[in-house]
C-alpha cells in the first residue's frame, strides 16, 4: 500500500475535473507533480506541489497558486481519508490523514509481509545493470569494493521495484595491461622453478598475489617455458594468468555476496564465436551514415602524447551530444577501446537491453558522453545509457590512512577490508554516502557498537524488534501473536506521537523503494534506514522513564498487540531494506 501513489492518484482526479471544466488543459501529465512526506511532520502527513507546477497553465483562470490550492484542498476535503487539508506558503498543500487511514497501512504491511513495497514484476522494465569490471591484473581494491556494493545493491533495489535485472560483468581481458599480466606471471613462473628473481621490475604487476599463478603455470608446463621468446609462450601465460585473476575476483566478490549472471569477454568481441563484433558494429554505423575519414583538431590545452594529426576513421559522436567525433581506429590499425566498447553495447542491445546503467570509477567521467552517443545511435535513440560514477575510497586506521599491503602491492585489498570488520559493515558503509562524493572509511569506526556506527544503529533496531517479539511471547503465554493476529490488533489505540512518527515511516517505505529505484540511489535506502532506526530508538529511550509507553504491558492484553503489529511492521521494513543492501538482519546482537 503505497499512499503517497494513492493520493497522487487522488489528486490527479480532482486536476482532471478542472480541466473537464475548461480551467486548466487537457490530459496535464501527472509526473509533474509530487507527492511527498512534508519537511515537517507537524505540518501533516502528505504535502503535494501541484498548484505550484501548474501555476502557469492555470493562469488565465485563476489568480494564483493559492487560489488553485484553495480549490484541490476543498475537493479534498470531501474525501473520507482526509482529516485536514490546507494551503501553505504560496500554493503548497499539506494533507492530515484519519487515523483509520494508517490502521490500513499497518495492517497492509503485516499482510504483505516480506513482500512490502515490492513493484509489480508484471510491469517491470528489463535492465542490465554493470559494475565491478575491474581489469583482470590482480585482487580487488577497496575503490573497486565500492562499486561492487553500489551495483549490487542498485541491482537489488531495481530487482524489488518490479524490474528485471541482469547483474553482468565485462571482463577487460584485451590490450596492454594483459600481457604485462602475462610478463608478471611468466616471471612468478620462474620464481617457481627456483630462480631468484630479485625486486620485481619497475612496469610489472609486484603484488604476491601473482605467487599462485606462477606455481601453477610451472606445474602444468614444467621449464618448457624458460629460455623461449616472448612470442612462444605469451598466450599460454596470458591465458592462465587471466583464468587465475578472474577466479580471486570472484572470491573475493563471493566474500561480499556478490554473484554476477553474465560474465562478458572483451577478447571475445574479436576471436569469439560471432567473429569480429566490433567491425560489425563499426559496419553498423557506417550503413547509418555515421562514420567518415578525417582529422580532428588538436585538443585544447597541452597535447596528450598519443595524439596524432592524421587522417582517421572516425564517429560522427557530436550529432549526439559529445563534444568531439572519436576515432574508432589506431594509427597502426588495430581498433580503440571506444570501438570495442561500442561493439560491447551493441550486444547488450541485440540482447534486448534498452535500460543499461553501467557503474564506473570516477576516473572515467570524461568517457560518459562518447558512450552516451554510441548508444543512442545503434539503437535510433530507443536505448538508454545511464552511467553512474563512484568516487574514490580513503581507508583509515585512527585517524591515519592506510594505503598499502603486502598481498596488493601497492594497494589494500578488498578481501583484507572484509576479513578485518565484516561484510555488513562493508555494504552498509559503502552505501552510507551517495556514490559520487568521497568515501572515508574508518576501519575502527565500523566495528563500534555504538550509535555513532551506522550499520551497527540500524542492525540493532532490528534486534530490538525482535527481543521485543520475543518477550512478548514470553509474557503472554499461550497467546495467538502470529502475524494475522496482530494484524487484527485494535490499531486505533496507537496514539502517542512516537508510535505514530513510526506508523508514518513504515507508511513511507513503498515510496522510497519507488523514488530509489528511480533515482537509482539506493543510498537513500540507507539514510531512510538510519532514520527509521533512530526513531525506534528514540521512542524505546522515552519508554524507560515512562513505562506506560513501553512496547509489551503485561496489564492491557489489547495495547500490546496493537503495539506489537507496530513492532512487527517496523521488523518487516528493517529487513527488507537490509535485504536490500545486501546486509543481515540480526535477531540479536552479541
Given at each position: 500500500?503505497?499512499?503517497?501513489?494513492?493520493?497522487?492518484?487522488?489528486?490527479?482526479?480532482?486536476?482532471?475535473?478542472?480541466?473537464?471544466?475548461?480551467?486548466?488543459?487537457?490530459?496535464?501529465?501527472?509526473?509533474?507533480?509530487?507527492?511527498?512526506?512534508?519537511?515537517?511532520?507537524?505540518?501533516?502527513?502528505?504535502?503535494?506541489?501541484?498548484?505550484?507546477?501548474?501555476?502557469?497553465?492555470?493562469?488565465?483562470?485563476?489568480?494564483?497558486?493559492?487560489?488553485?490550492?484553495?480549490?484541490?484542498?476543498?475537493?479534498?476535503?470531501?474525501?473520507?481519508?482526509?482529516?485536514?487539508?490546507?494551503?501553505?506558503?504560496?500554493?503548497?498543500?499539506?494533507?492530515?490523514?484519519?487515523?483509520?487511514?494508517?490502521?490500513?497501512?499497518?495492517?497492509?504491511?503485516?499482510?504483505?509481509?516480506?513482500?512490502?513495497?515490492?513493484?509489480?514484476?508484471?510491469?517491470?522494465?528489463?535492465?542490465?545493470?554493470?559494475?565491478?569490471?575491474?581489469?583482470?591484473?590482480?585482487?580487488?581494491?577497496?575503490?573497486?569494493?565500492?562499486?561492487?556494493?553500489?551495483?549490487?545493491?542498485?541491482?537489488?533495489?531495481?530487482?524489488?521495484?518490479?524490474?528485471?535485472?541482469?547483474?553482468?560483468?565485462?571482463?577487460?581481458?584485451?590490450?596492454?595491461?594483459?600481457?604485462?599480466?602475462?610478463?608478471?606471471?611468466?616471471?612468478?613462473?620462474?620464481?617457481?622453478?627456483?630462480?631468484?628473481?630479485?625486486?620485481?621490475?619497475?612496469?610489472?604487476?609486484?603484488?604476491?598475489?601473482?605467487?599462485?599463478?606462477?606455481?601453477?603455470?610451472?606445474?602444468?608446463?614444467?621449464?618448457?617455458?624458460?629460455?623461449?621468446?616472448?612470442?612462444?609462450?605469451?598466450?599460454?601465460?596470458?591465458?592462465?594468468?587471466?583464468?587465475?585473476?578472474?577466479?580471486?575476483?570472484?572470491?573475493?566478490?563471493?566474500?561480499?555476496?556478490?554473484?554476477?549472471?553474465?560474465?562478458?569477454?572483451?577478447?571475445?568481441?574479436?576471436?569469439?564465436?560471432?567473429?569480429?563484433?566490433?567491425?560489425?558494429?563499426?559496419?553498423?554505423?557506417?550503413?547509418?551514415?555515421?562514420?567518415?575519414?578525417?582529422?580532428?583538431?588538436?585538443?585544447?590545452?597541452?597535447?596528450?602524447?598519443?595524439?596524432?594529426?592524421?587522417?582517421?576513421?572516425?564517429?560522427?559522436?557530436?550529432?549526439?551530444?559529445?563534444?568531439?567525433?572519436?576515432?574508432?581506429?589506431?594509427?597502426?590499425?588495430?581498433?580503440?577501446?571506444?570501438?570495442?566498447?561500442?561493439?560491447?553495447?551493441?550486444?547488450?542491445?541485440?540482447?534486448?537491453?534498452?535500460?543499461?546503467?553501467?557503474?564506473?570509477?570516477?576516473?572515467?567521467?570524461g568517457y560518459v558522453k562518447r558512450m552516451s552517443a554510441a548508444v543512442?545511435?545503434?539503437?535510433?535513440?530507443?536505448?538508454?545509457?545511464?552511467?553512474?560514477?563512484?568516487?574514490?575510497?580513503?581507508?583509515?586506521?585512527?585517524?591515519?590512512?592506510?594505503?598499502?599491503?603486502?598481498?596488493?602491492?601497492?594497494?589494500?585489498?578488498?578481501?583484507?577490508?572484509?576479513?578485518?570488520?565484516?561484510?555488513?559493515?562493508?555494504?552498509?558503509?559503502?552505501?552510507?554516502?551517495?556514490?559520487?562524493?568521497?568515501?572515508?572509511?574508518?576501519?575502527?569506526?565500523?566495528?563500534?557498537?555504538?550509535?555513532?556506527?551506522?550499520?551497527?544503529?540500524?542492525?540493532?533496531?532490528?534486534?530490538?524488534?525482535?527481543?521485543?517479539?520475543?518477550?512478548?511471547?514470553?509474557?503472554?503465554?499461550?497467546?495467538?501473536?502470529?502475524?494475522?493476529?496482530?494484524?487484527?490488533?485494535?490499531?486505533?489505540?496507537?496514539?502517542?506521537?512516537?508510535?505514530?512518527?513510526?506508523?508514518?515511516?513504515?507508511?513511507?517505505?513503498?515510496?522510497?523503494?519507488?523514488?530509489?529505484?528511480?533515482?537509482?540511489?539506493?543510498?537513500?535506502?540507507?539514510?531512510?534506514?538510519?532514520?527509521?532506526?533512530?526513531?525506534l530508538h528514540s521512542h524505546w529511550n522515552r519508554g524507560k522513564d515512562?513505562?506506560?509507553?513501553?512496547f509489551v504491558n503485561e496489564e492491557s492484553g489489547d495495547l500490546s498487540?496493537?503495539?506489537?503489529?507496530?513492532?512487527?511492521?517496523?521488523?518487516?521494513?528493517?529487513?527488507?531494506?537490509?535485504?536490500?543492501?545486501?546486509?543481515?538482519?540480526?535477531?540479536?546482537?552479541?
Amino acid at each position: 500500500m503505497n499512499i503517497f501513489a494513492d493520493f497522487h492518484s487522488r489528486i490527479g482526479a480532482i486536476v482532471e475535473t478542472i480541466a473537464g471544466d475548461g480551467r486548466l488543459p487537457a490530459r496535464i501529465d501527472p509526473a509533474r507533480f509530487t507527492v511527498e512526506p512534508p519537511r515537517d511532520s507537524a505540518h501533516g502527513d502528505l504535502a503535494t506541489n501541484v498548484a505550484m507546477v501548474l501555476a502557469k497553465d492555470a493562469k488565465a483562470h485563476f489568480s494564483s497558486p493559492r487560489q488553485l490550492a484553495t480549490e484541490i484542498c476543498f475537493a479534498l476535503a470531501s474525501d473520507p481519508d482526509v482529516d485536514q487539508a490546507e494551503v501553505a506558503g504560496p500554493g503548497f498543500i499539506n494533507i492530515r490523514l484519519v487515523p483509520a487511514m494508517f490502521e490500513r497501512i499497518l495492517r497492509a504491511a503485516i499482510e504483505a509481509g516480506a513482500d512490502y513495497g515490492r513493484g509489480d514484476a508484471a510491469r517491470g522494465v528489463k535492465v542490465n545493470v554493470e559494475y565491478v569490471s575491474a581489469n583482470p591484473t590482480g585482487p580487488m581494491h577497496v575503490g573497486h569494493g565500492r562499486g561492487a556494493v553500489f551495483g549490487d545493491a542498485l541491482a537489488n533495489l531495481l530487482a524489488f521495484a518490479g524490474n528485471d535485472v541482469t547483474r553482468e560483468y565485462y571482463i577487460n581481458d584485451a590490450g596492454a595491461q594483459v600481457d604485462v599480466l602475462a610478463r608478471s606471471a611468466h616471471l612468478r613462473y620462474r620464481e617457481a622453478l627456483g630462480e631468484k628473481i630479485g625486486e620485481i621490475p619497475e612496469g610489472l604487476y609486484p603484488g604476491d598475489y601473482l605467487k599462485p599463478a606462477g606455481e601453477a603455470l610451472a606445474r602444468e608446463f614444467g621449464p618448457s617455458l624458460v629460455g623461449k621468446p616472448e612470442s612462444q609462450w605469451l598466450a599460454d601465460a596470458r591465458a592462465r594468468a587471466i583464468t587465475a585473476m578472474m577466479a580471486m575476483i570472484r572470491e573475493d566478490l563471493a566474500a561480499l555476496n556478490i554473484v554476477h549472471q553474465v560474465f562478458f569477454s572483451e577478447r571475445s568481441l574479436t576471436t569469439g564465436e560471432n567473429g569480429d563484433m566490433v567491425a560489425a558494429a563499426i559496419a553498423d554505423l557506417q550503413a547509418r551514415g555515421l562514420i567518415y575519414e578525417g582529422r580532428l583538431p588538436p585538443p585544447k590545452g597541452q597535447l596528450p602524447d598519443d595524439w596524432e594529426d592524421r587522417k582517421q576513421t572516425l564517429f560522427r559522436s557530436t550529432q549526439f551530444g559529445d563534444d568531439v567525433d572519436r576515432p574508432l581506429k589506431k594509427s597502426d590499425g588495430t581498433y580503440t577501446y571506444f570501438a570495442s566498447d561500442i561493439a560491447y553495447h551493441k550486444s547488450k542491445i541485440d540482447r534486448g537491453f534498452l535500460s543499461m546503467i553501467d557503474v564506473w570509477g570516477a576516473d572515467h567521467g570524461g568517457y560518459v558522453k562518447r558512450m552516451s552517443a554510441a548508444v543512442k545511435a545503434l539503437s535510433d535513440g530507443k536505448a538508454s545509457l545511464d552511467v553512474r560514477l563512484c568516487q574514490l575510497v580513503k581507508l583509515v586506521r585512527e585517524g591515519v590512512e592506510v594505503k598499502m599491503s603486502k598481498r596488493g602491492g601497492t594497494f589494500v585489498t578488498l578481501r583484507e577490508v572484509v576479513d578485518e570488520v565484516g561484510v555488513d559493515a562493508v555494504r552498509f558503509m559503502m552505501l552510507f554516502r551517495k556514490n559520487d562524493a568521497t568515501l572515508e572509511f574508518d576501519l575502527a569506526r565500523v566495528i563500534e557498537q555504538s550509535k555513532d556506527n551506522p550499520v551497527f544503529y540500524v542492525q540493532y533496531a532490528h534486534a530490538r524488534c525482535k527481543s521485543v517479539l520475543r518477550q512478548a511471547a514470553a509474557t503472554f503465554k499461550g497467546a495467538d501473536l502470529s502475524a494475522s493476529a496482530l494484524a487484527g490488533a485494535d490499531l486505533g489505540l496507537l496514539v502517542d506521537p512516537g508510535e505514530r512518527d513510526l506508523i508514518r515511516l513504515i507508511a513511507q517505505y513503498p515510496r522510497q523503494i519507488e523514488a530509489a529505484a528511480q533515482a537509482r540511489e539506493p543510498h537513500r535506502m540507507a539514510f531512510y534506514l538510519h532514520d527509521v532506526a533512530s526513531a525506534l530508538h528514540s521512542h524505546w529511550n522515552r519508554g524507560k522513564d515512562s513505562p506506560q509507553l513501553r512496547f509489551v504491558n503485561e496489564e492491557s492484553g489489547d495495547l500490546s498487540r496493537a503495539r506489537l503489529a507496530l513492532v512487527l511492521s517496523l521488523t518487516l521494513v528493517l529487513a527488507s531494506g537490509l535485504s536490500i543492501l545486501g546486509v543481515q538482519a540480526p535477531d540479536e546482537m552479541r
